[in-house]
């Protein structure tokens, strides 16, 4: 039995979907356990590209099962909206291949409308959200009170009644702090919601249980990460985060298994930096160098199609990253991106304040003065995307992967220079 995790150590879109398809042929299950409709993966598989948002990778694999587990926040419209899209292209799913855990709490029309009330009162500090409700979800899910799991939907009476105080309380909520809020129907809401729950019941289980029969039966099992250890809501850049451990902290949480079961934990990075939405970014280019970045590694969002802020490789965040995971090694994307460059520029330390650290700040503010120590390295220039072995890429490049390695102290096991499955470098 071999239990992998797949996990990024940047601010999510390290290109995780590759390698999670990648690892399918030798794993039979794919759990994803935090985060909801926020996360994009996008990945190439017989010639087609397919962009994953709820579902978890191995979806698209024959034979493989997909698990959603407790820790996710649902919205049952988008997951319908997302297993039709991929039914219409021929891909099957059936309660035989997809399983959702009773447990995972449901988002609300009145989550979406509230994360989009808070962004604005937040004006020039918005958080720069996906506007999916995931936040305002997860908070109703700590508040409990006002709370819905998948499990709820099955118990109309009391669901219907809960809905109706829960609705009756947003609704007091929301036009307060939005004038222009319309009431919400709780009516509406419960119909459409039980309408849902019908069409997703097959796919509706107690995976807690039925991962730990998995784990006792000796199936391979892999878990996928969404977003990245730096959006991680409580080692990441607070508040610029996402509101679930979208580290591997998430794990044991959002699946039910324990972090004592896992062999493998695979970090992934890109070769260079992105983020989406607000927070500090210390390696952020705001020159023609990162629109090329932008432009060559198709830097816009898989959910939102905003364009994704770019930079060097930060090995001070990233090693950060890799710690908080447990990483035992590492997976190096996009290295194709930077073939073009005269220069290549890595992160090794920051200086805050006229302090040279290696130290990741917890304090955003401390993060936001944080300048970049950079280690130049010349730029290959040549293309790299036949490259199949080590000994295939340029001198510079191979320097520059070693340097990522030496400052994560971690050894690279992968490297990919393009979006294909061939295009790779096991190591
Ligand atoms: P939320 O998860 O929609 O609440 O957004 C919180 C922060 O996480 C924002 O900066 C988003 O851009 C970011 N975020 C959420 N999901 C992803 C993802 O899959 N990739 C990259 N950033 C993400």
Same mark, same amino acid.
């Given at each position: 039995?071999?239990?992998?995790?797949?996990?990024?150590?940047?601010?999510?879109? &390290?290109?995780?979907?590759?390698?999670?398809?990648?690892?399918?042929?030798?794993?039979?299950? #794919?759990?994803?356990?935090?985060?909801?409709?926020?996360?994009?993966? +996008?990945?190439?598989?017989?010639?087609?590209?397919?962009?994953?948002?709820?579902?978890?990778?191995?979806?698209?694999?024959?034979?493989?099962?997909?698990?959603?587990?407790?820790?996710?926040?649902?919205?049952?419209?988008?997951?319908?909206?997302?297993?039709?899209?991929?039914?219409?292209?021929?891909?099957?799913?059936?309660?035989?291949?997809?399983?959702? $855990?009773?447990?995972?709490?449901?988002?609300?029309?009145?989550?979406?409308? &509230?994360?989009?009330? !808070?962004?604005?009162?937040?004006?020039? /500090?918005?958080?720069?959200?996906?506007?999916?409700?995931?936040?305002?979800?997860?908070?109703?899910?700590?508040? %409990?009170?006002?709370?819905?799991?998948?499990?709820?939907?099955?118990?109309?009476? $009391?669901?219907?009644?809960?809905?109706?105080?829960?609705?009756?309380?947003?609704?007091?909520?929301?036009?307060?702090?939005?004038?222009?809020?319309?009431?919400?129907?709780?009516?509406?809401?419960?119909?459409? !919601?039980?309408?849902?729950?019908?069409?997703?019941?097959?796919?509706?289980?107690?995976? +807690?249980?039925?991962?730990?029969?998995?784990?006792?039966?000796?199936?391979?099992?892999?878990?996928?990460?969404?977003?990245? $250890?730096?959006?991680?809501?409580?080692?990441?850049?607070?508040? !610029?985060?996402?509101?679930?451990?979208?580290?591997?902290?998430?794990?044991?949480?959002?699946?039910? #298994?324990?972090?004592?079961?896992? @062999?493998?934990?695979?970090?992934?990075?890109?070769?260079?930096?992105?983020?989406?939405?607000?927070?500090?970014?210390?390696? /952020?280019? @705001?020159?023609?160098?990162?629109?090329?970045?932008?432009?060559?590694?198709?830097? !816009?969002?898989?959910? +939102?199609? %905003?364009? %994704?802020?770019?930079?060097?490789?930060?090995?001070?965040?990233?090693?950060?990253?890799?710690?908080?995971?447990?990483?035992?090694?590492?997976?190096?994307?996009?290295?194709?991106?930077?073939?073009?460059?005269? &220069? #290549?520029?890595?992160?090794?330390?920051?200086?805050?304040?006229?302090?040279?650290?290696?130290?990741?700040?917890?304090?955003?503010?401390?993060?936001?003065?944080?300048?970049?120590?950079?280690?130049?390295?010349?730029?290959?220039?040549?293309?790299?995307?036949?490259?199949?072995?080590?000994?295939?890429?340029?001198?510079?490049?191979?320097?520059?992967?070693?340097?990522?390695?030496?400052?994560?102290?971690?050894?690279?096991?992968?490297?990919?220079?393009?979006?294909?499955? /061939?295009?790779?470098?096991?190591?």
């Amino acid at each position: 039995m071999t239990v992998t995790s797949v996990v990024g150590l940047q601010w999510g879109d &390290e290109a995780k979907g590759k390698i999670v398809d990648i690892l399918t042929d030798s794993h039979q299950i #794919v759990v994803r356990y935090q985060g909801g409709n926020n996360a994009g993966h +996008t990945v190439k598989f017989d010639g087609q590209t397919y962009k994953l948002s709820l579902l978890p990778t191995g979806i698209l694999r024959p034979g493989v099962k997909a698990v959603i587990g407790n820790g996710l926040v649902v919205n049952p419209e988008a997951l319908l909206k997302e297993i039709k899209s991929l039914t219409d292209r021929g891909v099957p799913i059936s309660g035989e291949n997809l399983m959702v $855990s009773d447990r995972a709490h449901v988002i609300l029309p009145y989550h979406i409308v &509230e994360d989009a009330v !808070y962004e604005k009162r937040r004006g020039a /500090e918005a958080i720069g959200t996906t506007g999916r409700g995931i936040g305002t979800c997860y908070r109703d899910k700590a508040l %409990r009170s006002h709370a819905v799991r998948i499990g709820d939907l099955y118990h109309p009476e $009391s669901f219907r009644s809960r809905l109706t105080d829960i609705v009756a309380a947003k609704n007091l909520m929301l036009k307060a702090l939005d004038p222009e809020f319309v009431a919400l129907d709780a009516d509406a809401i419960f119909k459409s !919601y039980i309408a849902y729950a019908e069409q997703i019941k097959p796919f509706v289980t107690d995976t +807690t249980a039925w991962l730990h029969r998995a784990v006792k039966s000796g199936a391979n099992l892999l878990f996928e990460g969404a977003q990245g $250890s730096l959006l991680d809501v409580d080692h990441g850049t607070f508040p !610029y985060a996402t509101s679930s451990n979208s580290s591997s902290a998430g794990i044991h949480s959002g699946s039910g #298994v324990t972090e004592l079961e896992i @062999h493998r934990m695979i970090g992934v990075v890109k070769a260079y930096t992105t983020r989406v939405g607000g927070g500090p970014f210390p390696t /952020e280019l @705001h020159d023609a160098i990162g629109q090329h970045i932008r432009d060559v590694g198709h830097e !816009y969002g898989t959910v +939102t199609g %905003r364009p %994704r802020r770019c930079g060097w490789f930060d090995g001070v965040a990233t090693a950060y990253g890799a710690r908080v995971c447990g990483v035992d090694e590492i997976a190096v994307m996009l290295l194709d991106v930077l073939a073009q460059l005269d &220069e #290549v520029c890595i992160c090794e330390a920051y200086d805050i304040r006229g302090e040279r650290t290696t130290d990741f700040p917890s304090h955003v503010e401390d993060l936001a003065v944080a300048k970049p120590i950079f280690r130049r390295i010349p730029g290959w220039k040549q293309d790299i995307t036949g490259a199949r072995k080590l000994s295939d890429l340029p001198s510079g490049a191979r320097r520059y992967v070693d340097s990522i390695s030496e400052l994560m102290d971690l050894p690279v096991k992968f490297i990919s220079i393009g979006p294909d499955r /061939e295009q790779s470098i096991l190591l």
